[in-house]
T-cell receptor, first 114, second 112 residues
Framework: DAKTTQPPSMDCAEGRAANLPCNHSTISGNEYVYWYRQIHSQGPQYIIHGLKNNETNEMASLIITEDRKSSTLILPHATLRDTAVYYCIVRVEGIYNAGNMLTFGGGTRLMVKP | SQTIHQWPATLVQPVGSPLSLECTVEGTSNPNLYWYRQAAGRGLQLLFYSVGIGQISSEVPQNLSASRPQDRQFILSSKKLLLSDSGFYLC???????????FGNGTRLTVT
């Protein structure tokens, strides 16, 4: 899997948009960009994923640059409950096994402040 | 919609005792099922995965075993726990073929 680079921490004011960047300059053509988050002491939560088009769901939007070397996760109206560690992962589709791992790097610790 | 249930949420067990953690998925058929362990401050370690009833693949040799007696039920077991088995255990599912992985809320196991 390609390596991703994320800032270690970010702050965001409650009610404002949170924009979390991710660099994946060595991404391959068949690798998707996935975003997960993990709130302390809970299991990771899937947020969104995409290949090359921008994606939006009820939780967030994913903006992928045209060259696919970076992406941004947007939480449009951050709440205190969005405080978590956010992980950007790139991987090919398929079963999760030793040959196609789900690997969490350091992630970005997002702190939403009142 | 699909939901995943994992229990118990926390567990304290003595060394040498048996273990059984259960996970069930609702709202989908023939899911791929997974057991992960997450050590404090570290990433995910894939322990077992299953693509169907009775089919178990082990990724890491260890003191644990897994079983899938029903389509949407996945069980993690041990006959005799070791101190090193302490950790945060996560069950997860995905649709056949991959796509997003959905996790349960985890079981925090402390072996004393």
């Amino acid at each position: 899997d390609a390596k991703t680079t994320q800032p270690p921490s970010m702050d965001c004011a409650e009610g404002r948009a949170a924009n979390l960047p991710c660099n994946h300059s060595t991404i391959s053509g068949n690798e998707y960009v996935y975003w997960y988050r993990q709130i302390h002491s809970q299991g990771p939560q899937y947020i969104i994923h995409g290949l090359k088009n921008n994606e939006t769901n009820e939780m967030a939007s994913l903006i992928i640059t045209e060259d696919r070397k970076s992406s941004t996760l947007i939480l449009p109206h951050a709440t205190l409950r969005d405080t978590a560690v956010y992980y950007c992962i790139v991987r090919v589709e398929g079963i999760y096994n030793a040959g196609n791992m789900l690997t969490f790097g350091g992630g970005t610790r997002l702190m939403v402040k009142p | 919609s699909q939901t995943i249930h994992q229990w118990p949420a926390t567990l304290v067990q003595p060394v040498g005792s048996p273990l059984s953690l259960e996970c069930t998925v609702e709202g989908t058929s023939n899911p791929n099922l997974y057991w992960y362990r997450q050590a404090a401050g570290r990433g995910l370690q894939l322990l077992f995965y299953s693509v169907g009833i009775g089919q178990i693949s082990s990724e890491v040799p260890q003191n644990l075993s897994a079983s899938r007696p029903q389509d949407r039920q996945f069980i993690l077991s041990s006959k005799k726990l070791l101190l090193s088995d302490s950790g945060f255990y996560l069950c997860a599912w995905s649709r056949t073929g991959g796509s997003p992985l959905h996790f349960g809320n985890g079981t925090r196991l402390t072996v004393t």
